[in-house]
């Protein structure tokens, strides 16, 4: 009842101030409540989130149990590791965790009404983001507008809509907060849309929330702020010497051309730059150029690395396969794509198209990155628009992205997180596909003319199916379990209506009518099991 009320709430602020920008028409938020298929959270507690996750000894450690249930709740965590606590009344575990190995850590969650406990691995040791990463991106809504109070709202709203509560955490400034360098590091500080970056930062530590910001090798970014090089020892830079940026040390386009600004300097100041990222308490790290090369990838991880801080390091954009190796070693997440844009034509293309070539380097620690989520409210900056994405390409958006174990940053204002968006972004049961412990990227099983099935196993030994229709007109899709290498029968779980619809024998075909560009999305289990076969099962 709890996400109910604050979704209200947040739609009734956002339709009465945030709807309409200077500039720009009055943005109508379509009522899709028909096609939400996702069921209302119970009021007992439920822990949701992943099952496993990674720190490094001695580094800063920060987890907040993703938690749905009528507030207030009660937190209890069995077994963590020395060094760390949990904060019991809002749930969020911290410390500096004192030595290497996995812990089984058993969390339990009690309100006024019931209880539930689950275990978390927490596996202190050389690797981090040991599930994709799930948080938001200031780009795809904001662009260069960005600012502090964006930003916090941002964190407000992940929090108070309920997103947390299902393990989204991070909050990412992109491009546009640069001014010029300077302070204990001589590291880019920030402009005077972020008056203090280091409160910024506590402000989403206090809410168990994750800081990411944005950066990248060449002397300026995309958006024509400073970069991580620059052609000189002091860290200064020509064009802005020479007045040719505005208020917020931005270039001036009309003087400069971007492409001229385009290039690594001679000097790197990546190790300035991580160390005041890492004062002001940095959790992730975009990093922006083209073409990724190995020297300037490697010296950002090493810059990182050197702080001692856990930050995910996140490499943009369009990287290549035959770079794979090399990301192996120094990257958490890489852009498989160019930019995504909120048509079938743009999502389907990146989602559908060339996310298998990467299936041999994603696992935990190491996800290709198919680009952020086009829901909501976006514009990058100009004319804002809701996503042009139907109810069922949303659908399509969602489920692939959590078969594929991509990480999912959503792009919209989080001021206006409508019904629909939120019964996406707040199933369990698919978000669970996304975090499997395995992480096991989902590959193309069969397809045809206009359609393609997914499969992803499991850590449990269930099997993740993903049906979509590519086409345009409603079409009847299937599988049938011995062809996916199961034996015996199956239970057919919908995870979209989080229901289970039917049982399926081995050589039996299971069918369903997927709607135009739409998608069913399932999980058969048992699956894979250990369990001794008795009688004939030779085919």
Known sequence: ??????????????????????????????????????????????????????????????????????????????????????DAAKGIITGKARKKGEYKVQLTATNALGSDTRELRIVIGDRIALTPPLGWNSWNCWGNSVSQEKVLQSGRAMDESGLADYGWCYINIDDGWQGLRGGKFNGIQPNKKFPDMKALGDSLHARGLKFGI???????????????????????????EQGMVDDVFKADRSKVNKEDLRYFGKYSFALNDARQWAD???????????????????????????TGRDIVYSISNHSRVSLGPELLKYAECWRTTGDIRDTWQSMAGIGFDGQ???????????????????????????????????PWEQ?????????????????????????????????SEVLDVNQDPLGIKGTVFAKGDGH????KPLEDGSIAVALFNLGTEERTMGFTPFKLGLYGEQT???????????????????????PPHGCAFYRLSPGITDEKLEGLYRQ
């Open 1 to 86: 009842m709890k996400h109910l009320f604050i979704t209200l709430a947040l739609m009734a602020i956002s339709l009465s101030a945030a709807a309409q920008l200077p500039g720009e028409d009055s943005i109508v938020v379509p009522d899709y409540s028909a096609y939400i298929l996702t069921p209302k959270a119970p009021d007992t507690p439920r822990i949701n989130g992943p099952k496993i996750y990674g720190a490094r000894p001695k580094a800063d450690f920060l987890y907040r149990i993703p938690t749905t249930g009528v507030r207030p709740i009660r937190f209890e965590a069995k077994g963590l590791p020395a060094g760390l606590k949990l």
């Open 452 to 455: 393609v099935t997914y499969v």
């Open 214 to 240: 944005y950066s990248g090798p060449w002397v300026s970014t995309y958006a024509s702020h400073i970069g991580s090089s620059c052609d000189n020892e002091e860290g200064s830079y020509w064009w802005v």
């Open 395 to 427: 659908y399509t958006h969602i489920t692939l992205w959590s078969i594929l174990a991509s990480p999912m940053l959503l792009g919209c204002d989080m001021a206006m997180l409508d019904p629909f968006t939120l019964s996406l972004l707040c199933n």
């Open 356 to 390: 298998d070539r990467w299936a041999g380097f994603t696992g935990p620690g190491h996800w290709p990155d198919a680009d952020m989520l086009v829901l909501g409210k976006v514009g990058w900056g100009r004319k804002m628009h809701w996503t042009e994405l139907t």
């Open 492 to 514: 057919v779980r919908d995870l979209w209506r989080q229901q289970d619809v039917g049982k399926v024998s081995k050589k039996a075909r299971w069918e369903v009518a997927v």
């Open 280 to 306: 002001w308490g940095v959790d992730y790290l975009k990093y922006d150029w083209n073409v990724n090369d190995v020297w300037w990838l490697r010296d950002m991880r090493e810059a990182i690395d050197a």
